[in-house]
């Protein structure tokens, strides 16, 4: 006979309770009902804030009542930072009044996160015989029934006070048996990782959308009836679509239709717009105003069958404001988000997500007013939104707006993430007319962002992302503005302005205020071992803007033409508007034959140069002061030693100032001749020189960035290229070479061989070298950018500079000051970086002004011209 042994009953399941990963959790409980220990079973001992801990914090005793009020403002103030940080956090405490209560929900609304309540509802008995059983602790009798009583009247209310999730356990079985189950925020997609094609505003435009899927690659699935109802990519690629599906256009029920199904197979993600949130409380019985397209939809929409429309009802039901996707470095919404709101959950971040943040006011179309959050944001997360229709999608501050207003007449847009790659549609025709225009002719107007006053007046600060922040002064914005507003260039060209250069250390050496070791002394103090001597030409400083084609030129900068030619100060170099085509020519007829257009994919070329000659500037300045000097020493000085030498044939002892006249006279000599090597007759393009010495900026590409020896080994082609060019036509070349030398600023032997390379230059009256270190962005030992270049000047170029007879005074211009230069040249050095850094990401021009603006007005800052 056998005995079978029965098998052991199973203990019931306990309750799950959902707990989101982000929200702050409150243990809700008499004293004795066990919270602490429930705590400590369920979650991490960091994540559990603990008013008796807290109570210990301030009075060194858990159980010092009088230190409660301090207590609980560091539990407030250590939930409120972990809500911040975005991390789980659990407060046991009784919290069993209303007033408690309320303090918390109001740190987890500030911090937009879910409060969840969990209730331990024990019967007063059990308390009581654990509390008399705690060693350390022993209540009055008559706190435990004032708990219960106050927890009795909190049950039915805690919803209404704001708790997301209310969790009530009753009895000490249900305590014991319970298991929190983490559960993650509805908008946390981190672990998908794309790639992903974000689709902007589509507002009915089905037939639009089809194209723009096709273009992406999407086979696009139909029914019976021919209706797209999916649409997959062989690459597996998501579709993410920004909201606003619906109203306004002509096929509301086709877009819904596809997009639905995309989603519910899983090849496609889609966030809420404010039209869907708004047909769906019509759809739901809600009262709501009828505009803004919305009739139409509602027309359309009145054709379908009823189970249609319960499943756009559920469908728009279930949209989440926004998600996380990538690891959360790619955030998609409605109408942008901040990054405080990344990943939060509350009625203010889903509010922020549909409709945007509004500055209370209206501009003369009737419209609100949107504060503009993405001007500021510098969140990690790129940011891709809709909601406000711009002409041109395009990055700003790591955002980017699709809507680009298919339904007005503009085009369907989409972002190919992560190869932040912009594809864009035509609309068919304009469906829907605007209230605003998509766009004005201001400048900066095509991008839907004309420049604006208040971008540059009064003090600003603006951000680089090699030096931080810059700030430029009121007074400086100000003499800017005159500059731009009455003599520059149009704004749409003036993509750069070039920084002013600090000169080398000063030198000790007999008869020399600068010499290049005290340049590669400095680079070598400073960890830079190799550096480029480039030649400084007898010219003027020039940016030139050069395109392939006028209709490269209007695409990327709104205006047709050959380009442009600029100084410093952001002004036209020649007056002669046929001598700078000429020139442009010239150059862009070399380009083309070096191959340079097709090799940097680009339609138009930005490069930093010299024009030479100095006098085809600087006629006037010739003229007035330097010219003016030559002649009056020329007139004077001959004849004081003309009446010095009969006073001398008197018999007057002149000799000493006889000698101190004529070494004037030699300077007054050395003087003339100094400048007039820098100047020489010009016909046409005849006697002309430019002498590009780096390309700045390409299509989508900050050529900056690049090693100096690049750029010049690019350039040498261009020059190469016009030499060939200009032979085969029987005329001088235009574009000239930029001699140049490699240093290491370590080898005594290559350092004495630039020295020398610098004598015989500025011995033959050339003006000196330039001495850049290879790298462009290369940081001392201390992570602070060094000097782009430092200029080493000859001793006759310094004789223009600082007057005839400078040599005399040597040891006085030794004393000169050379810190505000040197900080001046590095701050305006990180700005011409940013706004080359803002022209290839494609940024509106205002931001690309701004940069621009701002090395303008640093250049009002006082400092010593000759320096």
């Not at 991390?87 to 740190?107: G, K, M, Y």
């Not at 925020?185 to 505003?201: A, E």
């Not at 001495?771 to 030992?781: A, C, E, N, S």
């Amino acid at each position: 006979m056998t005995t079978e042994t029965p098998e052991p009953t199973p203990a019931r399941a306990g309750r799950r309770l959902p707990v989101t990963d982000v929200s702050l959790v409150v243990l809700i409980g008499s004293t004795g009902s066990g919270k602490s220990s429930f705590a400590r079973r369920h979650f991490k001992p960091t994540e559990v804030v603990s008013s008796d801990f807290c109570r210990g914090l301030v009075a060194d005793d858990e159980n010092d009542q009088s230190a409660s009020a301090d207590a609980f403002d560091v539990l407030h103030y250590i939930v409120g930072k972990r809500l911040a940080a975005g991390r789980l956090t659990v407060v046991d405490a009784t919290n069993v009044q209303q007033e408690s209560r309320r303090q918390l929900l109001a740190i987890a609304r500030e911090h937009d996160v879910l409060p969840i309540a969990i209730v331990l509802d024990i019967p007063a008995e059990v308390c009581a015989e654990r509390n008399r059983a705690r060693p350390d602790r022993q209540l009055p009798a008559h706190v435990i029934p004032r708990h219960q009583r106050e927890l009795r009247r909190s049950l039915r209310g805690l919803e209404r006070e704001g708790f997301r999730k209310v969790h009530v356990l009753r009895g000490v079985e249900e305590v014991e048996r319970a298991e929190i189950v983490p559960e993650k925020r509805y908008n946390d997609l981190r672990h998908l990782t794309g790639p992903f094609d974000v689709v902007g505003d589509i507002h009915g435009c089905r037939s639009e959308l089809e194209t723009l899927l096709g273009r992406l690659g999407y086979r696009i699935t139909r029914d019976e009836q021919g209706r797209a109802v999916d649409a997959a990519h062989p690459e597996g690629r998501t579709a993410v679509f920004v909201g606003d599906l619906v109203d306004r256009g002509p096929d509301t029920p086709g877009v819904l239709r596809l997009v639905m199904g995309m989603v519910e197979a899983g090849h496609a993600l889609c966030v809420p717009g404010n039209h869907e949130n708004k047909l769906g409380r019509w759809m739901g019985g809600r009262k709501v105003t009828v505009s803004h397209g919305l009739q139409e939809s509602i027309d359309q929409l009145s054709a379908e069958s009823d189970e249609f429309r319960a499943r756009v009802r559920e469908f728009m039901r279930g949209l989440v404001s926004h998600y996380l996707l990538d690891g959360g470095a790619l955030v998609v919404c409605h109408a942008g988000l901040p990054e405080k709101f990344h990943g939060r959950a509350s009625g203010r971040v889903r509010s922020h997500a549909l409709y945007g943040d509004t500055t209370g006011e209206t501009d003369e179309y009737g419209l609100p007013v949107r504060y503009p959050w993405a001007e500021e944001y510098r969140g990690r997360a790129l940011v891709v939104y809709g909601h406000t229709p711009v002409p041109v999608a395009s990055f700003l501050n790591n955002t980017i707006c699709l809507d680009t207003g298919c339904v007005f007449g503009g085009s369907l847009t989409a972002l190919r993430y992560p190869e932040r790659e912009i594809v864009a549609v035509p609309a068919e025709q304009e469906w829907y007319e605007p209230v605003r225009p998509m766009h004005t002719d201001a400048p900066g107007g095509r991008e839907g962002r004309p420049l604006d006053l208040a971008d540059v007046a009064g003090r600003r600060v603006v951000e680089t992302a090699r030096f931080g922040n810059v700030a430029v002064r009121e007074e400086n914005a100000a003499a800017a503005l005159e500059v731009m507003s009455r003599f520059a260039l149009d704004p749409r060209l003036l993509a750069y302005l070039p920084p002013t250069m600090a000169p080398s250390p000063t030198s000790r050496r007999e008869g020399l205020l600068e010499h290049p070791e005290e340049a590669f002394f400095a680079y070598r103090h400073d960890g830079v071992q190799q550096v480029v001597c480039e030649e400084k030409h007898m010219g003027s400083r020039a940016v030139v803007l050069v395109a392939r084609d006028e209709a490269a030129l209007e695409k990327r900068f709104g205006l047709p033409g050959p380009g442009a030619i600029w100084t410093r100060t952001g002004r036209a170099f020649l007056n002669d508007q046929q001598l700078t085509g000429a020139i442009l020519d010239r150059l862009r007829a070399a380009a083309e034959d070096a191959g340079l257009f097709d090799e940097l994919d680009t339609g138009w070329l930005l490069l930093d140069a010299e024009l030479l000659p100095w006098s085809l500037k600087a006629v006037e300045l010739l003229r007035r002061q330097y010219a003016a000097v030559g002649a009056a020493a020329g007139a004077a000085l001959p004849a004081a030693l003309d009446a010095l030498a009969r006073a001398a044939d008197r018999g007057m002892d002149v000799a000493e100032l006889t000698v101190r006249q004529q070494e004037r006279a030699e300077d007054a000599r050395s003087f003339t001749e100094a400048y007039r090597r820098y100047c020489w007759p010009t016909e046409g393009l005849e006697g002309i020189r430019l002498a590009p010495f780096q390309l700045l900026a390409a299509e989508g590409a900050n050529l900056a960035l690049r090693p100096h020896t690049e750029h010049l080994a690019l350039i040498d082609r261009l020059v190469e290229a016009d030499r060939l060019a200009a032979d085969r036509a029987a005329v001088e070349p235009v574009l000239h070479r930029t001699g140049r030398l490699l240093v290491d600023t370590g080898d005594e032997s290559s350092v004495a061989a630039a020295v020398a390379w610098w004598e015989e230059l500025t011995g033959a009256g050339g003006e000196g070298v330039v001495v850049k270190p290879v790298d462009p962005l290369h940081r001392d030992g201390s992570g602070r950018l060094v000097q782009p270049g430092l200029k080493v000047r000859g001793r006759e170029y310094l004789r223009i500079i600082y007057g005839p007879d400078y040599t005399r005074h040597l040891d006085r211009l030794r004393q000169r000051s050379l810190g505000h230069k040197r900080s001046l040249a590095l701050r305006e050095h990180a700005l011409g970086l940013e706004s080359l850094d803002r022209l290839a990401a494609g940024e509106p021009l205002w931001r690309v002004h701004e940069a621009v603006f701002a090395v303008l007005a640093l250049e009002s800052e006082p400092v010593d011209p000759r320096l």
